[in-house]
């Protein structure tokens, strides 16, 4: 996989919940890459979202792939339930899963490409443990569990520091760094140029008035 081209995944998090199908395809039309689905339990994070029956929903309508963010704190339990329903990027926080390599096995087996995330103050050594194993590491930007948060500002050397591991280990084609949370053109611009793929955008694509623009301008940072 190329790491030359920025992907953008808009948050469903900051989309209107009554216009579900309407958000997403109005996204699509305005040059997503991915649709990124934030599931929380109440218990990993403070927040409840959203659950399998909206995602297999999304994925009768949805044009792109979902990128499924499980930030929950029984991954190894409930993970293949939402490949099952429908994701096709399976991202489980390192933090709460018991066996993260045979988790890993198990969602690529299952047919969707699997994925590991970070918290803001989770060494990256446990990043490096798994990347032989995924397709995609996120690096948390904000403390998960509301959108809108500020972004963190230790995150653009974090990803400077998983950048030049991936690359030194000859990774760096084959995993993603994905970055989540507080993403706008001026925090983008600083993670891409630290080495970021793929840009989760809630409020900066949904609450723009011109979602081709927003996205359009992700796309283009270097």
Do not use: C
């Not at 792109?64 to 293949?80: Q, T």
């Amino acid at each position: 996989m190329s790491k030359s081209k920025v992907m953008v995944a808009p948050s469903i998090l900051s989309a209107d919940p009554l216009r579900y199908g309407e958000e997403i395809k109005s996204v699509e039309a305005a040059g997503a890459d991915w649709h990124h689905i934030d599931v929380m339990d109440g218990h990993f994070v403070p927040n409840l979202t959203f659950g399998l029956p909206l995602i297999k929903s999304l994925k009768k309508t949805s044009k792109l792939p979902l990128d499924v963010h499980i930030m929950v704190s029984n991954p190894d339990d409930v993970a293949l339930s939402y490949v099952e329903a429908g994701a096709d990027i399976l991202v489980f926080h390192t933090e709460a899963a018991k066996h993260g390599h045979r988790l890993a096995q198990a969602i690529r087996e299952k047919g969707a490409r699997p994925g590991v995330a970070l918290n803001p103050a989770t060494p990256l050594e446990f990043a490096f443990a798994m990347a032989p194993h995924v397709d995609l590491i996120m690096l948390m930007s904000v403390n998960p569990g509301f959108g809108g948060q500020s972004f963190i500002e230790d995150t653009v050397s974090r990803v400077a520091s998983l950048s030049k591991w991936l690359v030194a280990n000859k990774l760096q084609d084959k995993v993603l760094i994905e970055v989540d949370g507080g993403i706008n053109e001026q925090t983008g611009a600083r993670i891409v140029s630290a080495g970021a793929n793929v840009l989760v955008a809630g409020t900066y694509v949904y609450a723009s008035q011109d979602r081709t623009h927003a996205i359009s301008t992700l796309k283009n940072l270097k």
